[in-house]
């Protein structure tokens, strides 16, 4: 009798296949009292076991591939960078020393609080960090509850290396980063995981591998065996068990034109992205780490509208100096060849914390706090590096810079002296750059948005960040569970302030891009042209998808319709005409 089981879809896809039930024997942690006499034997044995997990990771990290996405890599970096940290290194043999209680015990005490300390944090993409604590706590304890001394194989991997993968859904309680790794070339189909949500490491790496998974499904290893037919729609976030021939027929359908419709996208690539009534738009590509260089070449985009990056200065306790930012610019750059790359300044604080906001310093408002080019404005020890370092990769292509979060012309001001300032100290320093590197703001704050023409008046180009933009003209936390119901891209008021900027842009004589989430959902394509936008930056896997949107447009119609949206004060009618704009 076939039925359903449901978690959270975050990576689209269906896959049929068989479970494979990731059992991880976890040991059972008591508590037992050390005589005083071999106390420091006990400390002895747990950093004997904090370094054989250490080299278990590093013989896990020297496993990814060249071609495996960054997220991947930066993941076991963290886990590495905690058994180097001194709550793991220090804190539990002050327990053992002054609880005189086992290693295992110790580090149940450690965890416990750095869990609670995470537990308390506003931001969910932190609270989610807890989960690497919890990974590195488990990796140690089992090591050390392993008697044999010589033992060095990770159990997991043991495991996993024995157990034939391909073609598989696993279905697990939670991933590891290394998890995914050591999984990434045995052809798995799909993940399922009891815990996690969208921001999870699974979520998040199953999106970069491009297969379906579904999270938070709870309980779900109490309805499923091992070795059981299963599918996986990643999308609505549904696992199909007991199946018939009636239903693997329809999903086998369903796969074969997903399949399909990804050939026919496939063939899009390198054509341009020209409207029925022949208006070009450019397609850009969002990246967050130098290696995403490859997934923007893959579709051809025009180039790359946002490159975020604050991923440089996250999981580590210092800043990145000049040289490290030139490299991951260079290598963007090169891997590239050619086409424009915007680099965005330093986009810290709120969801993006430096050192993964484990110093615990977390503002109770940090959206509204001190972030992005206030932060950047406040430290200039940490910014002028990053000035210099964008500056000198102007040399090397077509660097365009880019400031987040501007609220008020002062600011613009403020960074337009400090890039004349920089290029004076290059100048001295006899080292190239380009004299007319484009400097262009985002609009993601609605008083920028307002006061768009001021902000056109000065600068070479404008983005509009939507995913802030929304939250802060809607007053809603973009990370919070509770109100996400409420952020409505859609709403009159976003799209007055979007238009207003498009116009600002237009009569300036300046461009004009969206590099929020909205400009990669096709739902959206059809709305954004009426609007007037001209230029769309993505994350690269939507790319095809809006091209084809867009090949069949017409923007003069479409303008005609969205003026009479603009216009109306009637709710019923305001949703009549968005589904005029998405069918036409
Ligand atoms: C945005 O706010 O829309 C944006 C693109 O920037 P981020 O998501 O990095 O804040
Ligand atoms: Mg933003």
């Known amino acids: 009798m076939p039925f359903s089981l449901h978690g959270i879809g975050v990576s689209r896809g269906y896959a049929i296949g068989r479970t494979y039930l990731l059992q991880r024997n976890q040991p059972e942690i008591t508590e037992y009292t050390i005589p005083d006499n071999i106390i420091e034997d006990e400390v002895r044995r747990f950093l004997n076991g904090l370094d054989l997990a250490r080299r278990q990771l590093q ?13 991947i890599g930066a993941f076991i970096d963290t886990h590495l960078l905690m058994l180097q940290d001194a709550s793991f290194t220090e804190a539990p043999i002050h327990l053992i020393r002054s609880r005189r209680c086992n290693a295992e015990w110790a580090l149940k005490i450690q965890q416990d609080l750095l869990v ?12 989610t960090r807890k989960d690497d604590v919890d990974h590195v706590v488990r990796r140690v304890q089992r090591i050390l509850v392993t008697d044999d001394p010589a033992y060095f194989n990770d159990p997991d991997y043991a495991e996993m290396a024995a157990s034939r993968l391909e073609g598989r859904v696993i279905v697990a309680d939670d991933l590891t980063p290394a998890d995914t790794i050591l999984m990434q070339h045995q052809g798995v189909l799909a993940f399922v995981t009891e815990y996690g949500g969208p921001l999870s490491h699974t979520a998040i790496l199953a999106r970069s591998l491009g297969i379906p998974a579904i999270v938070g499904a709870r309980n779900i290893r109490n309805y499923l065996g091992h070795d059981e037919p299963v599918i996986v729609d990643g999308r609505q976030g549904i696992i199909l068990v007991g199946l018939d021939e009636r239903i693997l027929r329809y999903y086998r359908e369903k796969q074969r034109e997903e399949r399909r419709q990804q050939r026919e996208l496939n063939k899009l690539k390198g054509k341009p992205a020209v409207t029925r009534d022949g208006i070009t738009i450019s397609l850009h590509a969002n990246i967050e780490l130098p290696e995403d260089a490859l997934a923007v070449r ?6 790359v509208g946002l490159y975020r990056t604050e991923f440089l200065f996250m999981n580590r306790a210092s800043f990145p100096d000049e040289e490290e930012h030139l490299a991951s610019y260079l290598h963007v750059i090169k891997t590239l060849e050619g086409i424009p790359v915007t680099i965005r300044t330093a986009d810290l604080g709120a969801d993006k914390q430096l050192d993964s906001g484990r110093s615990g310093q977390v503002c109770t408002n940090p959206a509204m706090g001190l972030r ?3 932060m950047c404005l406040k430290d200039l020890g940490m910014f002028r590096p990053q000035l210099r370092a964008i500056l000198r990769a102007s040399a090397h292509g077509s660097v365009r810079m880019m400031i987040p979060m501007l609220a008020s012309i002062q600011e613009v001001f403020q960074v337009l002296k400090l890039v004349q300032e920089t290029k004076q100290e290059l100048r001295e320093r006899g080292l190239a750059f380009d ?6 703001g985002m609009i993601e704050v609605p008083a920028a948005a307002v006061c768009a023409e001021q902000f056109a008046h000065y600068m070479d180009f404008l983005s509009i960040g939507t995913n802030d933009l929304i939250q802060y003209t809607l007053a809603i936390d973009r990370v919070d569970d509770e109100v996400n119901y409420l952020f409505d891209p859609l709403h009159p008021a976003v799209l007055t302030l979007i238009h207003h900027t498009i116009r600002a842009g237009q009569k300036a004589g300046i461009p004009v891009s969206l590099c929020g989430e909205m400009a990669g959902d096709s739902r959206y394509t059809r709305l954004l042209l009426g609007l007037g936008l001209t230029e769309f930056s993505m994350h690269p896997t939507g790319l095809l998808e809006i091209k084809k949107v867009i090949q069949g447009s017409v923007v003069s119609e479409l303008n005609a319709i969205v003026g009479r949206l603009l216009h109306t004060t009637d709710a019923e009618k305001y949703a009549e005409i968005l589904k005029d704009i998405a069918q036409n």
């Not at 496993?63 to 996405?69: L, N, Q």
């Open 59 to 71: 013989d896990i990290r020297g496993r990814v591939s060249v071609t495996a996405p960054g997220d």
């Open 116 to 127: 609670r300390m995470f537990d308390e944090m506003d931001d969910p993409y932190l609270r």
């Open 298 to 303: 893959d579709v051809a985009a025009d180039g």
């Open 372 to 374: 992005a080019i206030r």
């Open 435 to 440: 004299e007319h590197m484009p400097v262009g």
